[in-house]
């Protein structure tokens, strides 16, 4: 089975830190992407790759930039987290022919800027 | 418009029950159209999918179906069971600017079935 491994299960960053959540996947999957997660408001795309070094802006992307240098990783960044950025984060992965397969998601990062 | 409107919001059903979770679309440019079921501290996983060229898609206990003049679709669980219990997100997918594709997702239905 494909792992789509989050590197922190909680996290608690102070207002105006710089934050990296950090997401790995272990089945070679070209694309890699994140969402947020907000109650009554589903899920929402910030950034994707669709190649190492490759990315491109989802519907919310202000406030966040995106890293991938390594075809199994994607970060997200957080440039000065602000309280309004207090979230579930989800990354999710998948192969190029994807739709007969999905998307494999993580387990989520919950993210509280206090 | 790339939204995805789901409804309801929430969802209680009785054991054996049928379950109905529904979606709608402006955009027709969306051209597949999956739902994901997710369990409470887990990611959503994938639990079935169809074509706008399909009008209905059976796997189990779980139907997909598909009004394409009507840009609506709908997840139908026959026999809902206390596992069923889940939030359910509808999505569509679309070619992106730069030729990729991504999904957006509805806001989400919370099911309850109780036993």
């Known amino acids: 089975d494909v792992k789509v491994t989050q590197s922190s299960r909680y996290l608690v960053k102070r207002t105006g830190e710089k934050v990296f959540l950090e997401c790995v996947q272990d089945?070679?999957?070209?694309?890699m992407f994140w969402y947020r997660q907000d109650p009554g408001l589903g899920l929402r795309l910030i950034y994707f790759s669709y190649d190492v070094k490759m990315k491109e802006k989802g519907d919310i992307p202000e406030g966040y930039s995106v890293s991938r240098e390594k075809k199994e990783r994607f970060s997200l960044i957080l440039e000065s987290a602000s309280t309004n950025q207090t979230s579930m984060y989800l990354c999710a992965s998948s192969l190029v022919g994807w739709q007969n397969y999905g998307y494999t998601f993580g387990s989520g990062t919950r993210l509280t800027v206090v | 418009q790339q939204q995805v409107k789901q409804s309801p919001q929430s969802l209680i059903v009785q054991k054996g029950g049928i379950s109905i979770i529904n979606c709608a679309y402006e955009n027709t440019a969306f051209d597949y159209f999956p739902w994901y079921q997710q369990f409470p501290g887990k990611g959503p996983a994938l639990l079935i999918a169809?074509?706008?060229?399909?009008s209905e898609k059976k796997e189990g206990r779980f139907t997909i179906s598909f009004n394409k003049s009507a840009k609506q679709f709908s997840l139908h669980i026959m026999d809902s069971q206390p596992g069923d219990s889940a939030t359910y997100f509808c999505?569509?997918?679309?070619?992106?600017?730069?030729?990729?594709?991504?999904?957006?997702f509805g806001k989400g239905t919370k099911l309850t079935v109780n036993p």
């Open positions: 999505a569509a997918s679309m070619k992106t600017q730069g030729g990729s594709e991504k999904l957006v």
């Open positions: 169809i074509r706008p060229d399909v």
């Open positions: 089945m070679d999957h070209e694309n």
